[in-house]
């Protein structure tokens, strides 16, 4: 059973970057065939994709928020992240990470993390 | 990009009653629908994929149909679990990936 797991602060100030960290159980980053992908869902609203990244490393980004993340991959740590850089009040949101299976393109997303709350507030 | 709008927005439904959810895409997505059940404090989790096939685990309650711009995710007779939130996203066009706002199904 694959499990994800979201780490990292749960409050970051004004200006500052984002970190946070998944970490992938019960199956292997490097073997491919998925897409990893971090979502966020502001307080009481939508699903906001914000990008993934394959194992290899090629990323692709939501165009509205392109300018300020990065996504990166440790496959020996089994582990994906984000950094968001410049944030404001406006970021205040719980992120997910997420598994999209890869069939000629990325599809739906069977596994979730359980979500982390960061607030960016000074 | 493609835009997923739900209706309606909250649904209210007796436990035991029929509950109808509707998704349109603002262009064609084929059958590439899946529909997310998220409840409070929860991630959401995989309801239906290609339109219309249960995810692993999905009661048979819950049942997906439609294709191009129309979808439908039908409760046949609702259960006290099921009183959540219902995303769509299409997986057509993307990235970027893209959700409905979401409907709210609660007990009437």
């Known amino acids: 059973q694959v499990q994800l797991q979201e780490s990292g602060p749960g409050l970051v100030k004004p200006s500052q970057t984002l970190s946070l960290t998944c970490t992938v159980s019960g199956g292997s980053i490097s073997s491919g065939g998925y897409y990893w992908s971090w979502i966020r869902q502001h307080p009481g609203k939508g699903l906001e994709w914000i990008g993934y990244i394959y194992y290899s490393g090629s990323t692709y980004y939501n165009p509205s928020l392109k300018s300020r993340v990065t996504i990166s991959v440790d496959t020996s740590k089994n582990q994906f992240s984000l950094k968001l850089s410049s944030v404001t009040a406006a970021d205040t949101a719980v992120y997910y990470c997420?598994?999209?299976?890869?069939?000629?393109?990325?599809?739906?997303?069977?596994?979730w993390g359980q979500g982390t709350l960061v607030t960016v507030s000074s | 990009e493609i835009v997923m709008t739900q209706s309606p927005a909250t649904l209210s439904v007796s436990p035991g009653e029929r509950a109808t959810l509707s998704c349109r895409a603002s262009?064609?997505?084929?059958?590439?629908l899946a529909w997310y059940q998220q409840k409070p404090g929860q991630a959401p989790r995989l309801l239906i994929y290609?339109?219309?096939t249960r995810a692993t685990g999905i009661p048979a309650r819950f049942s997906g149909s439609g294709s191009g711009t129309e979808f439908t995710l039908t409760i046949s007779s609702l259960q006290s679990e099921d009183f959540a939130v219902y995303y769509c996203?299409?997986?057509?066009?993307?990235?970027?990936?893209?959700f409905g706002q979401g409907t709210k199904v609660e007990i009437k």
């Open positions: 262009q064609s997505v084929s059958s590439n």
């Open positions: 996203q299409q997986y057509n066009n993307w990235p970027p990936a893209t």
């Open positions: 997420a598994r999209s299976i890869v069939v000629v393109a990325a599809t739906h997303f069977d596994y």
């Open positions: 290609g339109a219309s």
